[in-house]
């Protein structure tokens, strides 16, 4: 019976409790957590900028205009204009560097110009193709015919005896020659100076044409021992002349 009382007081009991819990449990409804939102605002960046790199000059060539009438030019320094076409003519006026001057004619092989006086326009010369530069009309130039012609290179040479004795005659020889750029009667003489001196009465050689001529032989000129200079000097139809420096000593 005790057992039976005991019993029936756990049951009840549980049964007690049961009535106190309802059926089901609530839903337990989750608690939604706000999102984090950044708040950092994005700052554009700034595109790269290409700057056009300038494109290389361009080369621009000068156009210089053709003269109308033929003219040289010196090619560098200054310029002879001479009195005939040949070095051997006296120079009788100067182009200078830069300047211009017009040209009126030329010789036969156009190796002359044959121009305007640079110091007097109303007058004419010379001037060497080989040193300037010609710009203008090249046709219709005329051939003129330049002044007489005239001896236009010399040498001369001297030959010592094989021996030689100080105070006694020393026979010594002389050669030269002579060229001319065209028909013409050339005046030389021989000229002695130094120690001894001695000038030759002035003799004639004759040129049909253009060339080069020995001089003849003046013979032997006996002097001592000294130093001395000989020259073969044409005195017409211009003023030419070529010397040797020479000396006699005895061994």
């Known amino acids: 019976m005790r057992y039976a009382r ?20 609530p839903a337990v409804t989750p608690t939604t957590e706000p999102t ?36 040289v030019t010196p090619i560098s320094a200054n310029v002879n204009c001479r009195s005939g076409p040949d ?10 560097s830069g300047t211009s001057t017009q040209v009126s004619g030329r010789n036969d092989d156009s190796s002359w110009w044959y121009v305007h006086d640079p110091s007097n326009p109303g007058a004419f010369c010379w001037i060497s193709a080989g040193v300037v530069t010609f710009a203008g009309p090249q046709g219709g130039i005329p051939v003129v015919v330049g002044p007489a012609p005239i001896a236009n ?48 009465a002035p003799e004639t050689l004759s040129f049909d044409e253009a ?13 001592d021992c000294g130093n001395y200079k000989v020259t073969l000097h044409v005195i017409g139809p211009n003023n030419l002349s070529a010397s040797k420096d020479f000396r006699v000593h005895a061994p």
């Open 87 to 96: 070095v051997a003519y006296d120079a009788v006026s100067v182009l200078i």
């Open 211 to 223: 060339g080069t001529k020995d001089v003849p032989d003046p013979g032997a000129y006996n002097v």
């Open 36 to 71: 984090a939102t950044s708040t950092d605002t994005a700052i554009p960046q700034a595109l790269p900028t290409f700057t056009a790199a300038p494109l290389p000059a361009t080369a621009t060539a000068t156009v210089f205009a053709t003269p109308t009438m033929p003219q």
């Open 153 to 200: 290179q010399v040498t001369v040479d001297v030959a010592l005896p094989s021996t030689i004795t100080c105070g006694g005659p020393n026979p010594v020889t002389f050669s030269g020659t002579i060229s001319t750029n065209g028909k013409a009667d050339v005046k030389y003489q021989w000229e002695i100076t130094g120690d001894k001196s001695n000038t030759t």
């Open 6 to 25: 005991t019993f029936l007081l756990l049951a009840a009991a549980a049964l007690l409790f049961a009535c106190n819990f309802p059926l089901f449990m």
